[in-house]
């Protein structure tokens, strides 16, 4: 699996209200929040490979995910239907296609997805291709293999090369005490990316005051992880996904199978409504142009004032600092992109 820095190829200068496309990769980019013109996505996930970005989100619930390329982050151009459940002749799920990931490993690529069944319950699933555009295939269906709903797959190959899969349990199912809670585990993978393999590990459920623990509905969902001298950052995000109230955590492990301790400056990125960012959340990360500096990718709601499944994508820097991870943002102006 390629790491996170990869080689660069291209750079572009952006200009506000148009965008101009230098040769010289010498040139400064810049950008301002929400990126590219895509509405109506969620859950942005980013991968970069040999100096081009792609990006799959939430985006044809009923069929599948589109994916988008780009060569600088910040200027994104459709390239079509990377999974399109229409075009499989098994077709095990009806719609609610949700939150794919895509790593590669081995030279191939494995995108992680959930939708739901005939069954009305969420499940997930592993499909995989030789390109980053697709079209992916399914490979496994019904990864996790034991009753209630699973979502938001996150697939984690650690320095040894030991690869985890880390995924939510969703309150659609998950009910206890009359509460619909959501839980994140983890579980180790079989080493071609297709199955799970031992026990599952539960991490983390809503208990912290802004994560609403005492509500009838809660949630911690959209793990991610990031390894950062030799510690293992769980970022999360809690509260509901339509609400400007949707934000993002993390929690922290010298193990990728916990036992994980929440940050007390959670949440770390949240809601500015005064400069129209509503719910930021459900977030991947990627590096700049670089290489090395470290991008979160969220979502954040396309109408602040009314905030729906419409959202839209928007990036800001990520670092660490004496041990605690923050992000510089939501930023609304414009930032050099590094």
């Known amino acids: 699996m390629r790491k996170l820095a990869l080689p660069i190829i291209f750079s572009a200068f952006l200009i506000l209200g148009g965008c101009e496309q230098m040769a010289e990769s010498n040139e400064t980019v810049t950008y301002q929040n929400p990126v590219g013109e895509m509405t109506d996505i969620g859950d942005p996930y980013v991968l970069k490979v040999d100096g081009t970005y792609y990006m799959y989100a939430t985006s044809v619930p009923h069929a599948g995910f589109r994916v988008w390329e780009s060569d600088n982050l910040v200027d994104w151009e459709e390239a079509g239907m990377a999974y399109d459940h229409r075009d499989h002749e098994d077709k095990w799920a009806q719609y609610d296609f949700w939150a794919p990931e895509v790593v590669e490993h081995n030279d191939t690529f494995y995108m992680v997805y959930s939708a739901r069944d005939y069954t009305g319950s969420l499940k997930m699933a592993i499909a995989t291709s030789d390109s980053p555009t697709g079209p992916f295939q399914d490979a496994t269906v019904g990864l996790i293999d034991r009753p209630g709903s699973f979502i938001d797959g996150h697939i984690f190959i650690d320095d040894d090369g030991k690869p985890y899969l880390y995924y939510v349990e969703d309150n659609h199912e998950n009910i206890i005490d009359g509460k619909h809670i959501s839980h994140i585990y983890v579980q180790e993978m079989t080493e071609d990316l297709l199955n799970v393999t031992g026990e599952p590990h539960f991490i983390l459920e809503p208990d912290q005051a802004w994560e609403n623990p005492d509500g009838d509905y809660q949630w911690n969902e959209g793990p991610f992880i990031v390894k950062n ?16 109230d949707y934000a993002i955590g993390y929690a922290v492990s010298d193990s990728p199978t916990g036992p994980f301790e929440k940050s007390e400056s959670n949440p770390i ?13 459900h977030n991947s990360v990627t590096v ?32 660490f600092e004496d041990g605690e991870m923050k992000i510089e943002g939501p930023t609304s102006d414009e930032q050099e992109l590094k």
């Not at 950052?233 to 509901?240: I, Q």
């Not at 990125?269 to 959340?281: F, W």
């Open 229 to 244: 001298d030799g510690l293992y950052y769980l970022m999360y995000s809690a509260n509901f996904y339509a609400s400007s």
């Open 288 to 319: 700049g142009l670089d290489d090395e500096t470290l991008y979160a990718v969220y979502h954040i709601h396309t109408d602040p004032e009314n905030p729906s499944g419409d959202r839209r994508m928007a990036i800001d820097r990520l670092y």
């Open 269 to 281: 990125l949240s809601k500015d409504m005064e400069n129209g960012i509503s719910g930021p959340g």
